[in-house]
């Protein structure tokens, strides 16, 4: 927030890495990258590097957490150690990253048809292989990803992205250096089918009609990112239908 | 968890006719295959993919005091971690056993072996470069010791090396190259029966008894590491060496052409 | 016109019923990955799992003796379970075994009936959803495979299946190839030319 040496983040519209306030940054999707997970997908979103994997549902251990009802789930966000230019991190969670586990798994528990597996749990893993800014966003964008390549069934596959602003700007998709010296910060997770946000959280400072120009950048962008995600899940099939169908 | 797809009798019938489910003969790798720089926020980084086995190295290095009886040497830690996210039977958690005992061999063969010279890491009086180097299991197909250290190895090949000027570390820029001494790999053998395989896969590995990891450069072994309770003569030792020095020429080959 | 369809996305304006849908007032919805027939209004699922019914035939491993039960690993969100005193022989730990569906019980847990131990060989496991293409319209594709390869082969609906004798390899290669491509027409025929290329 608001560091001292802060560099000129926007000029004449431009942010320093070229792309306009409400630009999103390149996303790339591929699918099954885990041969062992039952569904997994990496993502490229700007220099982020990121791999979601599911597993299960299976038998839900310890017996005591289970849940007659539905399934569970169990989410891990992690980052490796290497993931940043700067120092080497420390392995193993902390307070932040076990806070997004929570909030990206509440993010699933609103999509995924637990009901149909009583006394399962699915297991949700993100690891953050290189991190530059927006990482709970696009960890989350993957993992729908991968939980849809898994066949669980989910009633929507929800993206997410975040706004901020910077100076007087709002912008979309911060990157790391935007977001150190940002005023403001919220990503959110959108339900395409319902428009309804499964993810807010929010830090800095924005007054109500900023959020409201943020807000609209986030759900204008979704049409993108919600297009990369179906196509990365589609194109597997559709290349094997394309082979036989000539 | 997962199921196991084959039977103790289903591989060792097939070892007894000398060949192996994926039709690899005994002494054979799988398929490998390694992207270096694949991580541009680390100072190096390589991922291995053997067979199905997928590996990511990492290695950072920052700055750090040297250890009290070595005052003109820098640090080097390797770490390994066996992510969740590898397989259905790896839980979250501290590190276990395994993942110490993974770290501690890619380790000892890339110091025994003069890989990086702790010395060339000095930087002044109480200021050295740390070096982590950090193994990252991304899927669990088998032979981990192997994967890794080559993981980590081609890692440390093709790293840059940071820069440090007035109290500050420069990351980025015109950077010169990490410098290296030498090439490790390591070859694991896995003991099954009476049999003894190269590069075991995950179906391999449920059965075996014995385990055995060899580390050399072209000219010597530089680290040896016995697993499980099952054992080995040292006629087999000797032969198993053999097969090494064989080997490890392709893994090295490998090595040195990402650096060109 | 089939086309494939992800999570979320709306397969029709009016609300239909369809398995793995989900209505509301702007139309229906996919709740899975699948390939949608529009005319037809079919959902076939392209991933997923198995929902256990009565009288299925599954492939598992003992995994457990508890001495009245045995716990059967199905690979699957459901743990099978089998009394012993409905049987007339002895189970271990490791035996692959056939069995069939009696119920599905509350808490993931599928009462199994009927074993018979599949000795030798070994298995297979793959994606559920892609059994019914592996069996094929009245058997076709799996007599095809058999014939060809004189492998003995036992389906679960689990997604599991045993092989044994025979060039069990071929089997194998020929069972992935109908997972992988079972979304696609013709595949009849290109297993047949895969099998007899392989013979000759």
Not at chain 2, 5 to 11: A, C, F, Q, S
Not at chain 2, 37 to 56: F, H
Request: charged content about 25%; overall charge negative.
């Amino acid at each position: 927030m608001g560091g001292s040496n802060k560099p000129e983040l926007i000029k004449d519209g431009k942010r320093l890495d070229g792309r306009s306030p409400d630009q999103l940054r390149p996303i790339k999707i591929e699918v099954g990258v885990i041969k062992n997970a039952v569904g997994s997908a990496y993502i490229e979103w700007g220099n982020n590097k990121i791999i979601a994997g599911v597993y299960g549902p299976k038998e839900a251990l310890p017996k005591h957490i289970q849940d007659p009802e539905k399934a569970i789930i169990k989410c891990r966000y992690s980052m490796a150690p290497f993931s940043s230019l700067e120092e080497h991190g420390r392995t193993g969670p902390n307070r932040r990253s076990t806070e997004i586990s929570k909030v990206t798994k509440e993010v699933f528990e609103n999509v995924v048809q637990l009901e149909k597996f009583p006394g399962a749990e699915i297991d949700l893993y993100i690891e953050v292989l290189q991190g530059d800014g927006g990482t709970r966003a696009a960890g989350i964008t993957a993992a729908a990803v991968a939980l849809a390549a898994s066949g669980i069934p989910m009633t929507d596959m929800p993206y997410s992205v975040s706004a901020g602003k910077v100076g007087d700007a709002v912008i979309l998709d911060l990157n790391k250096i935007e977001d150190n010296f940002s005023d403001a910060d919220m990503p959110v997770a959108i339900s395409p089918r319902t428009g309804e946000m499964l993810l807010l959280q929010m830090d800095g400072n924005l007054t109500k009609q900023e959020i409201n120009t943020a807000m609209q950048m986030i759900l204008k962008s979704g049409a993108e990112i919600s297009r990369i995600q179906k196509e990365a899940l589609k194109s597997q099939y559709e290349k094997i239908l394309e082979k036989y169908n000539k | 968890m997962q199921i196991r797809t084959v039977t103790e009798d289903y591989i060792k019938d097939l070892l007894d006719k000398g060949i192996r489910e994926d039709g690899r003969e005994l002494t054979s790798y799988r398929n490998i295959s390694i992207r270096k720089g694949v991580i541009p926020s680390a100072e190096g980084s390589a991922e291995v993919m053997l067979g199905n086995t997928k590996v990511l190295a990492g290695v950072k290095l920052g700055i750090g005091e040297p250890m009290p009886d070595k005052p003109e040497e820098g640090n080097l830690m390797t770490n390994a971690e066996l992510l969740p996210i590898a397989s259905e039977s790896y839980e979250t958690g501290p590190p276990s056993p395994e993942s110490i005992e993974l770290a501690r061999v890619v380790d000892r063969g890339i110091r025994a072996a003069n890989v990086v010279d702790p010395k060339s890491l000095f930087i002044e009086k109480d200021k050295v470069w740390s070096l982590f180097v950090d193994v990252y299991i991304l899927n669990y197909d088998g032979n981990l010791f192997d994967a890794g250290t080559l993981a980590a190895v081609s890692a440390l090949a093709t790293a840059r090396m940071p820069k440090y000027e007035n109290e500050a570390v420069i990351r980025e820029g015109n950077l010169g190259k990490l410098r290296t001494e030498n090439i490790v790999t390591s070859c694991t053998f896995a003991k099954i029966g009476k049999k003894l395989i190269l590069d075991p896969d995950s179906n391999e590995e449920e059965f075996m008894n014995g385990r055995i990891t060899i580390a050399n450069d072209e000219n010597s072994i530089r680290a040896m590491q016995k697993g499980l309770s099952g054992s080995f003569s040292p006629k087999e030792l000797e032969s198993l060496m053999d097969v090494t020095f064989d080997k490890s020429k392709e893994l090295r080959r490998q090595i040195i052409q990402l650096g060109e | 016109m089939q086309k494939i369809v992800v999570p979320g996305e709306k397969l029709s304006d009016a609300q239909i019923r369809i398995e793995n849908t989900i209505s509301d007032s702007k139309g229906t919805f996919s709740c899975i990955m699948g390939s949608y027939d529009d005319e037809k209004k079919v959902l076939v699922p392209l991933e997923g799992l198995w929902n256990p019914k009565r009288d299925d035939q599954v492939v598992g491993v003992v995994e457990e003796d508890k001495g009245n039960m045995y716990i059967i690993n199905l690979n699957a969100p459901y743990k099978g379970l089998m009394l012993s005193k409905f049987l007339e022989f002895e189970l271990k730990a490791g035996d692959i075994i056939t069995a069939i569906v009696k119920e599905l019980e509350k808490g993931g847990t599928v009462m199994l009936l009927r074993p018979r131990v599949l000795e030798g060989g070994k298995i297979i496991s793959v994606k559920p959803s892609k059994i019914p293409r592996i069996i094929g319209k009245g058997n076709t594709m799996i007599k095809q495979i058999t014939d060809g390869t004189g492998s003995s082969i036992t389906i679960g609906l689990n997604g599991v299946i045993w092989l044994n004798g025979g060039n069990v390899d071929l089997a194998t290669s020929a069972i992935l190839k109908v997972e992988e491509e079972a979304h696609t027409s013709g595949l009849t025929e290109r297993i047949r030319d895969m099998l007899t290329e392989k013979v000759l």
